[in-house]
T-cell receptor
């Protein structure tokens, strides 16, 4: 059974460029989460969806960040324009409830 | 702000000994608590969940919850080098959001 699938695994880009991260949740899971992990701040929740609807985006740092979930099997996190301080590992996770999250392998973003 | 606090370590434990990891949380209303393990360069994986006061055992792992003290712990018995990882404590503060601590780095010394 496939787990949460994220792409790309690694992204190196220059400041000001647009970055799009993609996620395919586990089939049957109704909640999807985007987290960001850095050494300084640990694992931070950016936004989460339930049944494709954004429920809480209070963790999105600023308007440069946006997320969509057009259907139950796909979500994107977009950063436009990117900045060096956005460099981090971005994790997508899905769950069927009860708080037991299943994480993807992460997308490591480096903004030069 | 609802928070989860962990000692960042590093915590070093001899192989075969018991490793004890601790976590406190700020919201008395929290109902569910989780321990995730994260190997270096990998994603977090769930190893234990606990919902009620007391102990919950799963193999070499025991999770302990004390809601009155707002305290969660994880004990690892007969520690193995493969247990060396960062352990993340997480709490559910409502809806389905999980708030994570910053993690405790555990090293098992052969």
């Amino acid at each position: 059974d496939a787990g949460v699938i994220q792409s790309p695994r690694h992204e190196v880009t220059e400041m000001g460029q647009e970055v799009t991260l993609r996620c395919k949740p586990i089939s049957g899971h109704n909640s999807l989460f985007w987290y960001r992990q850095t050494m300084m701040r640990g694992l931070e929740l950016l936004i989460y969806f339930n049944n494709n609807v954004p429920i809480d985006d209070s963790g999105m740092p600023e308007d440069r960040f946006s997320a969509k979930m057009p259907n139950a099997s796909f979500s994107t996190l977009k950063i436009q324009p990117s900045e060096p301080r956005d460099s981090a590992v971005y994790f997508c996770a899905s769950s069927f409830g009860a708080g037991e999250l299943f994480f993807g392998e992460g997308s490591r973003l480096t903004v030069l | 702000q609802k928070e989860v606090e962990q000692n960042s370590g590093p915590l070093s434990v001899p192989e075969g000994a018991i490793a004890s990891l601790n976590c406190t949380y700020s919201d008395r209303g929290s109902q569910s608590f989780f321990w995730y393990r994260q190997y270096s360069g990998k994603s977090p994986e769930l190893i234990m969940s606990i919902y009620s006061n007391g102990d919950k055992e799963d193999g070499r792992f025991t999770a302990q919850l004390n809601k009155a003290s707002q305290y969660v712990s994880l004990l690892i018995r007969d520690s193995q080098p493969s247990d060396s990882a960062t352990y993340l404590c997480a709490a559910n503060f409502g809806n389905e959001k999980l708030t994570f601590g910053t993690g405790t780095r555990l090293t098992i010394i052969p």
